[in-house]
């Protein structure tokens, strides 16, 4: 059985990055237990997270988040208005600006897929080990 929760928002980065942390822990809790442990429920947190950011800081500031349970993984799939494909970069040590999120999300999934939207679009799906 798949359960679906989607969101589509354009809120401001901060507030919008906490709610879909809380969106993604509440449809997990909503799975009942054991549905899944608690570390990968931390990934599946983090990954929401890594993904709205994302999709906030260079998909044009608006996003839908939809997240599906399938018997064997956890769908995290984060869709926004840019047609710019995410790519690794160099994480910044210095000034902290980023350059972590890709490689993690790539690092704890055991799929990640971008596909083109129809309107030039994208959306970026993770499956994550339930």
Same mark, same amino acid.
């Given at each position: 059985m798949t359960t679906?929760s989607a969101? #589509?928002t354009a &809120?401001r980065p /901060?507030?919008?990055? *906490?709610?879909? +942390?809380?969106? %993604? #822990?509440?449809? &997990?809790?909503? /799975?009942?237990q054991? *549905?899944?442990? +608690?570390?990968? %429920? ?10 709205v ?9 608006a996003?839908?988040?939809r ?8 769908e ?18 210095v ?7 890709w ?8 799929h990640?897929v971008?596909t ?6 994208k959306?970026v799906?993770?499956?994550l080990?339930?």
């Amino acid at each position: 059985m798949t359960t679906v929760s989607a969101e #589509r928002t354009a &809120l401001r980065p /901060l507030s919008a990055v *906490a709610r879909a +942390r809380q969106a %993604a #822990r509440t449809f &997990l809790e909503g /799975l009942g237990q054991p *549905a899944i442990g +608690r570390e990968q %429920a931390d990934t599946v947190v983090l990954v929401v997270s890594e993904l709205v950011t994302n999709a906030l800081r260079h998909g044009g500031g608006a996003y839908t988040r939809r997240l599906a349970a399938h018997p064997c993984a956890i769908e995290v799939a984060v869709e926004d208005p840019s047609p710019r494909l995410p790519r690794a970069r160099t994480p910044d040590l210095v000034d902290g600006t980023g350059g972590f999120g890709w490689h993690m999300v790539e690092d704890l999934a055991h799929h990640v897929v971008v596909t083109p939207g129809p309107e030039g679009g994208k959306t970026v799906r993770a499956l994550l080990p339930r």
